[in-house]
């Protein structure tokens, strides 16, 4: 597959804002979000479907699939931040127009439930997107120092960012050894939830990241157990774990395992290089991800290193 990198963002340049999923109950937050922005010298453009609701989900699938469109092919959109994740982002999937979007390459951001267009256009299209801060959720309060500095640096800069400086405390090895990939994952339940279907990347040769938020840690175990019947825990490179947040039994009287015995089961029972604890997920910090891009993680040493830009 041809790996095909945005255009990356200048001062001046616009960006869309969109709902791809669910509707944001504060709207206050996207016009806080907007004047972060807009501060620090960008435009911005919010989808006209951004604010709608139908049930739990901001629009009909065909409007909020029409936003996308309309973002990657507007010529004065640089950049598509997405204000929240939720649900719906699966059902755009069979709507989308991939060959647009490949002629129309642009950075797109987003976590969480905006995991299945990030490995759908991955699949796709080869896009390098970006798994990491959205507007309405992390941009309309201060950022983490730590998660905005890099954010800003791998979507500004042409240059290859390196190895990773971790403020305390730093990822942890779960299964020792080194390896190189292409990084590729994001929500736990949204990467099991594409296993089977077509637009299911392939994650041969892949460095696997994974987070989630509010599972029961027997659900956990029960996508674990689906990734390893498919057998991508077995092809993947190595696996770096994310925040698992709030992941813990809803009734604590029954008999359980931690979600972290269940992390620790399935991924050194994988074999392959492993870090835990690295600070990407639903937290303040969220580590920005760009999806497919080569990385290299060690370890013995608890380190990651991006071996390549994500934008041109």
């Not at 971790?166 to 390896?179: I, N």
């Not at 990407?280 to 991006?306: C, S």
Request: glycine letters at 10%; one cysteine or more.
């Amino acid at each position: 597959m041809t790996t095909l990198k945005p255009p990356r963002l200048r001062k001046g340049d616009c960006i869309g804002l969109i709902s791809p999923a669910s509707t944001i109950a504060d709207t206050d937050r996207i016009e806080r979000a907007a004047r972060y922005l807009e501060g620090l010298g960008y435009r911005t453009m919010v989808g006209p479907h951004a604010t709608r609701r139908h049930g739990y989900l901001a629009g009909t699938d065909e409007e909020r699939a029409s936003d996308i469109h309309a973002m990657f092919e507007h010529r004065d959109v640089s950049a598509i931040f997405c204000i929240r994740g939720g649900y719906g982002a699966p059902r755009l999937l069979p709507l989308l127009r991939y060959r647009l979007i490949a002629r129309h390459p642009k950075i797109f951001v987003g976590y969480s439930d905006i995991t299945a267009l990030h490995l759908a256009f991955w699949k796709h299209t080869g896009l390098v997107s970006i798994h990491g801060s959205m507007a309405g959720v992390d941009m309309a309060d201060p950022m983490d120092p730590f998660t905005e500095e890099l954010f800003w640096r791998l979507l500004t800069s042409p240059t290859k960012v390196g190895r990773i400086a971790f403020p305390l405390p730093a990822p942890e090895g779960l299964f020792p050894g080194k390896t190189s990939g292409r990084l590729l994952g994001g929500n736990l339940a949204l990467v099991t939830a594409l296993v089977g279907t077509r637009h299911q990347p392939r994650f041969d040769e892949t460095i696997l990241y994974l987070e989630d938020i509010g599972e029961d840690p027997y659900r956990l175990d029960r996508m674990f157990t689906q990734l390893h019947g498919a057998s991508i825990l077995a092809r993947c490179s190595g696996i770096m774990i994310g925040h698992f947040t709030d992941c813990v039994p809803k009734d604590p009287s029954t008999p359980t395992f931690t979600a972290e015995e269940v992390l620790r089961e399935y991924v050194t029972g994988a074999k392959r290089p492993a870090l835990w604890h690295v600070p990407f997920g639903h937290e303040r910090r969220n580590m920005p991800l760009p999806v497919g891009l080569r990385a290299r993680i060690d370890a013995g040493v608890g380190t990651v290193e991006y071996l390549e830009s994500a934008v041109r």
